[in-house]
């Protein structure tokens, strides 16, 4: 079946300017989560979705990140006046809890701030 | 504060050898540790993972050691093939959060 999508692949935006971040979780997967890796880095957590809802929103940096998730299934990271310290690649991942702890990314959207 | 710890930020090994990946960690709640494999413009790959009540686990070429009493956790190819040349992660994941902690990752490059 299909993956987790995700959409941009590619965003260049000048500094200032706010993005939207897309993720297509795998269908029937109730959570979503997204994460994001900065050059040499560890993937490191923004948020996680169970369906609608954000129980856990302790990685988002500033109040510049905000993400939403509609119809339990696509969701949409913004980031609003972009910083050149958020370049990085964002990955989103999907999982189908009980299921075991696994969770399944997508390509990610490379972001970068000039 | 790193709680999950890759020291060797490279490994290079020779084709049909044993490749052999480590990772450290700090918080003795954690509850299931995985690995992922990243190749460049991809996103992670699921290899295997391992619950905190066992010390290993296998799956094919692959199998994860869990030492809990020294917070060390290995991984170990084998044979090595010139296409596990990647990015190598591991993670940890609590049982009361479903969020992973990952390592920064060893690159692992199999020669022929």
């Known amino acids: 079946g299909a993956g987790v999508s995700q959409s941009p692949s590619n965003k260049v935006t000048e500094k200032g300017k706010d993005v939207e971040l897309r993720c297509d979780p795998i269908s029937g997967h109730t959570a979503l989560y997204w994460y994001r890796q900065s050059l040499g880095q560890g993937l490191e957590f923004l948020i996680y979705f169970q369906g609608n809802s954000a129980p856990d929103k302790s990685g988002l940096p500033s109040d510049r990140f905000s993400a939403e998730r509609t119809g339990g299934s696509v969701s949409t990271l913004t980031i609003q006046r972009t910083q050149q310290e958020d370049s990085a690649v964002y990955l989103c991942?999907?999982?189908?809890?009980?299921?075991?702890?696994?969770?399944?990314f997508g390509p990610g959207t490379r972001l970068t701030v000039t | 504060d790193q709680q999950v710890k890759q020291n060797s930020p490279s490994l290079s090994v020779q084709e049909g050898r044993i490749s052999i990946l480590n990772c450290d960690y700090t918080?003795?709640?954690?509850?299931?540790f995985l690995w992922y494999k990243k190749y460049p413009a991809e996103g992670p790959t699921f290899l295997i993972s391992?619950?905190?009540?066992?010390d290993k686990n296998e799956d094919g070429r692959f199998t994860v050691f869990l030492n809990k009493s020294a917070k060390h956790l290995s991984l170990h190819i084998v044979p090595s093939q010139p296409g596990d040349s990647a990015v190598y992660f591991c993670?940890?994941?609590?049982?009361?959060?479903?969020?992973?902690?990952f390592g920064t990752g060893t690159r692992l490059q199999v020669f022929p």
């Open positions: 918080n003795s709640m954690f509850d299931y």
């Open positions: 993670a940890s994941q609590s049982y009361n959060t479903d969020k992973l902690i």
């Open positions: 991942a999907s999982s189908l809890p009980g299921e075991g702890p696994e969770q399944y």
């Open positions: 391992i619950s905190s009540i066992k």
